[in-house]
């Protein structure tokens, strides 16, 4: 089966996660299929709003980490770092349906998305200092605007998941739903927004996120940094190694 399913209809662009027995864990074939399907939208009059969505009960796992240990993102030329551009600069309104665990990436896209609806099963979390990483997809940037500096500092140092109802209470996502209408819920309000003008929908957009994407640039850019080199550091491979060992991981000399 194809990992990423792509559906146009109605000016909308349906892009799913379909990756359901290795939890929706995100390979770099995977992103560079949202890159090239972002960037032909992007270039298609008749796509007028994009979704992203999982399933009922899982959004994403984040990224596939045997994967990701043996072939680690080696800088900003990769297709990880071309998904989250492309997302960054999408000019049209972009809805993320969000049930069950959407973990690291599967969060910090979220911070790119215009809406946000969730589960109420869904599970959020930014596991980075646990895995001896350091925050990416420039949510060092977007998590403190969005939620404030203390949530943010809390949900990045302590990196321990946190539901739906604690996320719209912070301002994370726009609305929790019942897991099995949200999908729905979503593809409505995909379409309400397909049936208004798409260059007043554009305007909008820019003007909301105006001044932000260079400072989005520069944050993804100094944070992959900072991350390529805590990937090779002595605490990113004893939480690794624990993670794949099924044990905790020891930081007491760390």
Not at 136 to 153: C, D, H, Q, T, W
Not at 224 to 235: D, K, N, S, V
Request: net charge neutral; with cysteine; aromatic share 8%.
């Amino acid at each position: 089966m194809e990992p990423i399913l792509a559906l146009r209809e109605s000016g909308v662009l349906t892009l799913t996660f379909n990756r359901v027995e290795k939890k929706n864990a995100i390979t770099q074939e995977m992103y560079a299929l949202l890159h090239r399907e972002l960037q032909s939208a992007q270039a298609d009059e008749a796509v007028r709003v994009v979704v992203l969505q999982g399933q009922q009960d899982l959004f994403t796992s984040g990224n596939d980490v045997t994967e990701f240990l043996q072939r680690p993102p080696g800088g900003l030329d990769t297709p990880v770092f071309d998904f989250l551009r492309s997302l960054a600069d999408f000019p049209k309104p972009v809805i993320a349906a969000v049930g069950g665990p959407a973990v690291g990436i599967g969060t910090t896209l979220l911070l790119h998305c215009d809406l946000v609806y969730a589960g109420d099963n869904a599970l959020f979390s930014l596991p980075f200092v646990n895995l001896g990483l350091s925050p990416e997809a420039a949510s060092s940037l977007l998590l403190p605007l969005r939620v404030g500096p203390a949530a943010a500092a809390e949900m990045l140092m302590f990196g321990e998941p946190f539901g739906a109802d604690d996320a719209l209470a912070v301002g994370l996502i726009n609305r929790v739903l019942p897991p099995e209408g949200l999908r729905d819920y979503a593809q409505a309000q995909a379409r309400k927004l397909a049936a208004k003008p798409s260059a007043s929908l554009a305007l909008t957009k820019q003007l909301l996120r105006k001044g932000q994407r260079e400072l989005v640039h520069a944050a993804m850019a100094d944070e992959a940094w900072h991350f390529a080199r805590m990937l090779q550091g002595p605490a990113a491979k004893e939480a690794f190694s624990a993670f794949l060992a099924k044990r905790k991981p020891d930081f007491s000399k760390l």
